[in-house]
């Protein structure tokens, strides 16, 4: 999956993160079914808290963006986030006897705060491209995998998780995501973004971001 033109640039410069993100031990135990159950429903309750601080990162986006184009594509992520990605969670944790009230006074692990703070940073203290940079590998990288599990899974154990970001119309959103970065890359960068200034720091936001995705998933293993 390459999602646009920057994507790559990024996720080559992340080096070896980027695989050890994308092929986590958790991401090969939702592949073979091999994933605890209960690591997987602590995972979910977690991940139920980072989206909600993701949905408040989109909906800064939409106050960062330069053009109607980009504030559309920001609102309609934001909305996507809450009415359909949080379902998935509302859903399977209700169906194991977690109710929202439980899900909503869930304590953040830290490994959670360090990352949705960091990108709320990212846009606190950048601009919408720097928000960007932090916010493409969750969405990006969760293209990935998801695509790769819906070939790749050998068990159907955690199907409902894989057919969400394997499925046509989260990869839509990821072509749709990929290109709004490509946009607001050239649109701020210039049309060589890779010889500004400002790319190194984009890059490094990306790597970091990277990083956080790889304790998250850590944080997953351990319930
Ligand atoms: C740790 C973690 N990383 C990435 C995602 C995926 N994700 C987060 S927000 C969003 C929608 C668009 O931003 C998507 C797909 C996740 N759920 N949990």
Redesign the pocket.
Known sequence: MSYGRTFPLWRAAAGGDWRAYTRHPFVAGLADGSLPRDAFLHYLVQ?YL??VH?ARA?ALAVTKADTIEEMRTCAA?TQ??IDD?MRLHVETCAAAGIDAAVLQAAEERPANLA?TRYVLDAGHAGDFADLLAA?AP??L??GEIGARLADEATADTYRDWIGT?GGAD?QA?CAEVGALIDGAVARRLGPAPEDSPRWPGLCRRFATATRL?IG?WDMGLAP
């Open positions: 991940d980072f989206l993701f989109w992520t996507a986030l990605e990352y916010l969750c969405v990288g969760y970001y989260y959103l995705e998250f």
